[in-house]
């Protein structure tokens, strides 16, 4: 599963809630839509189950938005 927030000083806001990520052959992967994010610094975790063990990664992965383009006016 991942979860997707952003931070205000020591604050974590949920941005998408642990959602399950998609199965492929030999990896796991998951597609996220950045069209919908507004500018800001977002932080990833990563939450992994195994055996009833439960182990979450935090802040896996950070990127920034910068601006959106509205890509209808070419």
Known sequence: EYRLYVKEGAAEYTV?????VDLAFNYNYFLLDTASLIPSRYYLDIKLTSNYEVTTSKNVISFDITSQVDERKG
């Open 16 to 20: 998408i809630d642990y959602t399950p």
